[in-house]
């Protein structure tokens, strides 16, 4: 069975420092793994998938393979970054998600 | 139009009675999804259609949950008998078409409260 793990239920940051929100999968096949972001009173949006390999509002995420981790990273928080950020993986016709990150970025 | 479209976005019950919610997904877009979220945790998926059929309903956690999209664009999720925990906000979602390369485009919830 496929499984998301997001080991941080709050993580703390200051503005300008960098972030790293975690994410490790368990799933035999290959995968295809994004994040999701809900912003205050928002609803829940993609914010990027492993396939595209791209960078949406600063933030970068690599599968890895080896150690089943699909972090995502920021160089610089901004205020704007505080929400709560959800790991999900698809093997196909459905996502599982993980139980979700709260960043704050603080001044 | 505009997004996906929940109604309603609050209801409260009581323990024993029947509930229907309602989801609107984005016109052309052949999947639906229902996902529930409980305090604390993540969206925990329950079944999608895609157009009118049910292609994985792996997720309905008992007989007392059942949805339908009869004309393959509203749903409708049914919950019978309804217990205290089954308290939680159920998200709907669309998307163009089968896998999920593309995106997920989701409601802003029904928040279901059994007294």
């Known amino acids: 069975a496929q499984r998301v793990t997001q080991p941080e239920k709050l993580l703390s940051v200051f503005k300008g420092a960098p972030v790293e929100l975690k994410c490790n999968y368990s799933?035999?096949?290959?995968?295809?793994l994004f994040w999701y972001v809900q912003y205050s009173r928002q609803r829940l949006q993609l914010l990027l998938r492993?396939?595209s390999r791209e960078s949406i509002k600063g933030f970068t995420a690599d599968l890895n393979k080896g150690e089943t981790s699909f972090h995502l990273k920021k160089p610089f928080a901004q205020e704007e970054d505080s929400a709560m950020y959800y790991c999900a993986l698809s093997p196909g016709g459905k996502l599982t998600f993980g139980t979700g990150t709260r960043l704050q970025v603080t001044l | 139009g505009a997004g996906v479209s929940q109604t309603p976005s609050n209801k409260v019950t009581e323990k024993g009675k029947y509930v229907e919610l309602r989801c609107d997904p984005i016109s052309g877009h052949t999947a639906l999804y229902w996902y529930r979220q409980s305090l604390g945790q993540g969206p925990e998926f329950l079944i999608y259609?895609?157009?009118?059929?049910?292609?994985?309903d792996s997720g309905l956690p008992n007989d007392r949950f059942f949805a339908v999209r009869p004309e393959g664009s509203v749903s409708t999720l049914k919950i019978q008998r309804t217990e205290r925990g089954d308290s939680a906000v159920y998200l709907c979602?669309?998307?163009?078409?089968?896998?999920?390369?593309?995106?997920?485009?989701f409601g802003e919830g029904s928040r279901l409260t059994v007294l």
């Open positions: 259609f895609q157009g009118t059929g049910a292609a994985d």
């Open positions: 492993h396939i």
């Open positions: 799933y035999s096949g290959s995968p295809e």
């Open positions: 979602a669309s998307s163009r078409g089968t896998g999920l390369t593309g995106e997920l485009f």
